[in-house]
């Protein structure tokens, strides 16, 4: 498989040049030169088939011969070693846990597949090998990405890891994880917001001097190894899916729309799924531009699901290269909601009391969404991602039930943890200095 870049400025490379550069050198991202079709076994008999075989049918096509099966087999077998359950709220609402892995979040899994595909490149790939230079994962996160990247990163010979947040803009919890492991994992506290914080990212990632210093890649969701697994959701969706005659419409928790991206990608390349519907907060640039046809990107504003407080999301670009840049045709599959800080508190005690089920926010503005169109078409059954445990916005929720969510043992003696972070201000220079000086 062969990548281009959205810009189309830059030579096509392979999986390993796409993953190790990250973005291309034009700035564009990378895509692929097709969509491969999964097999119509799959589909129907997916039941028979393990996670594992799941996820390697799947990803395969999209690595080549970048990976030998047998390291992409181990790679893809230490990706996917949890759970993902789809869980039964009402009898037309389910949830899609993703937040069973190590840090209890859906980034889990891109951040697992990625680390270990840039770990086996950086010793079998003749320009790193050759290197005395350690690769530089540079990564900004509103929130669940640095803690997954720290993991799965963490103490990855010959990579180092700095990750910005914005401070002040992330929950306790997701803080914790990514400021307390140390070694190898570098956490700046910026003053500004996330998307201040992609802004300096992919300055960096453009000035060509300080490149030819620095091995620079980048673990957001731009990354063709942090973006690609994510479909592996929405099969193991499929997989535990009853109805099989009456597909799902699928509602995801969007702020840099990665996660929707895959499902799309999913969705075109044979898995059956009938709709997507893109659940936004406040920063709602995506629904705005599926009602008016206007793409106006705009400041990102604080939210209590603040890990989609994203008003220039980057992975759009490539929902539209999945429909040939024709808007018409998206809006047949896709469409957008806009919920409020108010409708997502509501919704998070309605279904708590009503049902026994526990969202966190994300969770919640989903569910919002999908109500909202399920009262249009009232014989849809759906399912939302629900994208994070509640303990991570314990400091959220915990005031709306009046009860204290009970803290997973692994998070328990994270956040006991004394917090280690560079505090920057939004400046491309001072984050220059700050990777010269690693």
């Not at 024709?326 to 708590?352: C, H, M, P, R």
């Amino acid at each position: 498989m062969k990548y281009y870049s959205l810009n189309k400025q830059s030579p096509v490379v392979d999986f390993a040049a796409a993953t190790i550069l990250g973005q291309a050198p034009d700035k564009g991202l990378y895509f692929p030169e097709n969509i491969p079709q999964v097999s119509k076994e799959l589909i129907i008999n997916i039941e028979s088939y393990s996670n594992e075989a799941i996820a390697l049918e799947v990803i395969a096509p999209y690595i080549g011969d970048a990976i030998p099966k047998d390291v992409l087999e181990k790679i893809v077998s230490e990706t996917v070693n949890f759970e993902i359950p789809l869980v039964k709220i009402t009898d037309d609402i389910f949830s899609l846990e993703l937040f069973h892995g190590p840090t209890l979040a859906f980034k889990d899994i891109g951040a697992r597949f990625m680390s270990r595909c840039l770990g086996y490149f950086a010793t079998h790939s003749a320009s790193l090998r050759d290197s005395k230079e350690k690769v530089v994962v540079l990564v900004a996160t509103s929130g669940d990405t640095g803690g997954a990247v720290a993991n799965g990163f963490y103490d990855v010979e010959g990579v180092e890891v700095v990750i910005l947040y914005p401070s002040g803009k992330v929950s306790s919890v997701q803080e914790k994880q990514l400021t307390t492991l140390g070694k190898n994992i570098h956490a700046l506290e910026v003053d500004g917001t996330f998307d201040e914080c992609q802004q300096i990212v992919k300055a960096v990632f453009a000035d060509v001097e300080l490149n030819q210093k620095i091995k620079l890649t980048s673990a957001n969701s731009i990354n063709v190894a942090r973006w690609l697994p994510q479909q592996f959701y929405y099969f193991y969706l499929w997989k535990q899916w009853k109805e099989k005659d009456n597909p799902p419409v699928v509602t995801v928790p969007s702020g840099n729309f990665g996660n929707i991206c895959a499902g799309l990608l999913a969705q075109q390349s044979g898995l059956p799924i009938k709709y997507f519907i893109a659940a936004c907060n406040a920063n709602d640039t995506v629904p705005d531009f599926l009602r008016t046809g206007n793409y106006l990107s705009k400041k990102a504003v604080p939210t209590i699901s603040n890990a989609m407080d994203v008003g220039d999301p980057s992975n759009f670009i490539r929902i539209m290269e999945i429909f040939h840049q024709q808007i018409d045709g998206l809006k047949k599959t896709l469409n957008g909601y806009t919920i409020s800080d108010d409708e997502t508190k509501a919704t998070l005690v309605s279904v708590f009391k009503e049902h026994n089920y526990l969202l966190d926010p994300h969770g919640a503005v989903a569910y919002t969404a999908l109500q909202q169109y399920q009262a249009q078409n009232p014989d849809t059954k759906g399912v939302i991602l629900e994208t994070a445990h509640p303990v991570k916005f314990y400091d959220v929720i915990e005031p709306l039930i009046n009860q204290t969510v009970p803290v997973p043992e692994t998070v328990a003696n994270q956040i006991k943890k004394e917090k280690v972070s560079t505090k920057i201000s939004a400046n491309t220079n001072e984050l220059k200095e700050f990777l010269l000086r690693q």
